[in-house]
């Protein structure tokens, strides 16, 4: 378990922090530039030192201001790996990483050279040196290196930022694995939604400096209160989802949630498989009736639990859809016209899906309009 409540004040910046972070797996610390991603994972490291609070990971005091500790970064044991890989150019590979294994003199060699060359699929690369190297495979020896010197803990800041579409895809599976085998808890910087639902199991939302919310992904993600940190175009619902069934004849795949199914086309996860759906609101539109004879595939029935006046001519409309929660972005207009209120049944016609599978990683294209 990781623990963290700090305070700091710099000129023009202040933060302040609470929440705790599983023993394993991902914590995304989320948000835009400026809102204090780094420097928490600094202060972590023992990079950065808190004016107030406490940093406590498995149990050890890594920081306590009242107490007087403050362990050396050399003490804390944490992986740190950046959004450039800062390899040494004139080593090789094989060097870089076994520079790593120089650092963890002392402690125990839990992570061992193979299985780490292994799991990040970097055997090929043993001879090379960096400058040969692509930035997806800079940053898994970046990975390797950090995995190497035995942490206790990864703090990974933004490692796919610098990444074009194409060497980010190479490289998440390999994050994926990370997590899923090593079994390491992960403090993950990020200002990318898609990444933070692929890989993150919880999430720490943060603006300027402040914490806006913290808990289970999808519960976060969902929430209207979040709407400063990821923005009126994200703002939406994400549903923890299984994969059902594929039709072959039509390309589609049927995903099952808490409030009903959802017909999406093909993603590439077995049967049974878990994934997550985002809904945008701006992608969920109302009807009072069972729409017909209309393209759009996902009807689901819903009840209007609250209707908050958003920004110039639009309304936020909060749907309960049987045990799960959706929005609906609609003009204040269309509330008057259809006489939209709390406690009215509607329909909600769901134009487009974007899926984030822990397996793979898509982005469905929005239905064609009727």
Known sequence: MIEIDIALARPGFALAATFTAPAAG????????????????????G???????????????????????????ERRRAGYVFQDARLFPHMSV?????????????????????????????????????HTLSGGEKQRVAIGRALLSQPRLLLMDEPLAALDAARKAEILPYLERLRDETRLPILYVS????????????????????????????????RADILPVIGRFDLGTVLDCTVTRHDEAYALSTLAFAG????????????????RARVRARDVALALARPVDVSVSNLLPAVI????????????VALAAGASRLAASVTRESVERLGLAPGLTVWAMIKSVAVDSRNADFTVPPEPSA
């Open 305 to 316: 639990e609250a209707i908050t006046p958003g920004e110039g001519p639009y309304a936020d």
């Open 191 to 222: 200002h990318s939604m898609g990444e933070v639902l692929r890989l993150s199991d919880r999430v720490v939302a943060l603006k300027e400096g402040r914490q806006v919310a913290e808990g289970p992904v999808a519960e976060v993600m969902s």
């Open 260 to 275: 009903g199914e959802l017909r999406v086309p093909r993603v590439e996860a077995p049967l049974g498989g878990a994934v």
């Open 47 to 73: 990079v950065v030192r808190p004016d107030r609070g406490r940093i406590v990971v498995g149990g050890e005091t890594y920081f306590d201001a009242a107490r007087g500790i403050d362990l050396a970064v």
């Open 94 to 130: 094989e060097r870089n990483l076994r520079y790593g294994e120089r650092r963890a003199r002392g402690a125990d060699a839990g992570i061992r050279f193979e299985a780490v060359v292994e799991l990040l699929g970097i055997g090929h690369l043993l001879g090379r040196r960096p």
């Open 26 to 45: 991902v914590t995304a610390l989320f948000g835009r530039s400026g809102a204090g991603k780094t420097t928490i994972i600094q202060a972590v490291a």
